[in-house]
């Protein structure tokens, strides 16, 4: 299983992944998540993925491969970001069609979601959640983020913390506290993790870095966020039994 997050914000796009395939006592698997895209000056575009690790890998090929062959159509000759998503979404289809099938045979489900956006051109940054379907959404205002993977844990502090106004450096750091709150839930997501920054309009990432268990801001947050939650918890006064009813029977409806 993994865990990715991104958000897009007035300021940017801040995209966060993590390399976990598989965990046990004795056996951890890691691969990257995040695939880039990058020609500075004309568009950047970040796919992540999450789901069955043979079919995403098998996705993300195929859009590499179309990629590499001059006129054939792919993510550079996408004029928008709109454009990008319906070929990720045409190309799951395709993975669908040849290996559904088999894979049906064998008991294992067509388990694979991803996360693209980016910014093409003079068009404003945009942030789309695709389905093992083909099928996609994309962010709005009110709705300035998704996740995809083991998406629980790490859902609370973004959603109190994160809107379209927050700067990029707040949420990198938000992304970084949800994912260290799903590392700490599930054995399933873990380190190393991708953390794409990419401020709008400048057609070039600003910032992409990978994270292991000797970074430093990480291991801070790793360390301050759980004694902060301990101190604010224990500020909370305790519940005042004499001025709760005794009988919760009597109050309830008839």
């Not at 045409?90 to 694979?112: H, S």
């Not at 502090?157 to 379209?164: A, P, Y």
């Not at 268990?213 to 519940?239: C, T």
Request: glycine content about 6%; overall charge negative; proline content about 4%.
């Amino acid at each position: 299983m993994t865990y990715c997050v991104a958000m897009r914000l007035d300021e940017g796009l801040v995209c966060l992944s993590d390399s976990r395939t598989n965990a046990g006592v004795d056996h951890i698997n890691t691969f990257r998540k995040m695939t880039v895209f990058e020609r500075p000056g004309d568009r950047v575009v970040v796919l992540m993925s999450a789901g069955n690790l043979a079919i995403t890998q098998a996705v993300v090929n195929l859009l590499r491969e179309h990629a590499s062959v001059q006129d054939h159509e792919s993510v550079w000759s996408a004029a928008t970001m709109f454009e990008c998503a319906r070929m990720v979404g045409d190309t799951v289809r395709k993975v669908y069609q040849r290996d559904a099938g088999p894979l049906k045979e064998f008991g294992v489900d067509f388990n694979a979601s991803f996360i693209l956006c980016g910014q093409i051109d003079s068009e404003p940054p945009r942030l789309f959640q695709i389905y093992a379907a083909g099928n996609f959404i994309e962010a709005t205002e009110d709705t300035p983020y998704f996740q995809i993977g083991e998406s629980k844990y790490g859902k609370p502090i973004i959603d109190r913390v994160v809107t379209s106004a927050t700067s990029l450096d707040e949420a990198a750091k938000c992304a970084l506290i949800s994912m260290d709150s799903t590392i700490r839930s599930n054995l399933s997501v873990g380190l190393p993790l991708d953390l794409l920054i990419y401020r709008s309009n400048e057609l070039k990432v600003a910032r992409h870095v990978s994270i292991d268990a000797e970074n430093p801001y990480f291991n801070m947050i790793h360390g301050q966020w759980g004694a902060s939650l301990r101190r604010v918890f224990a500020e909370l006064p305790d519940p005042d039994w004499a001025n709760w009813a005794e009988d919760a029977s009597a109050s309830a409806p008839r």
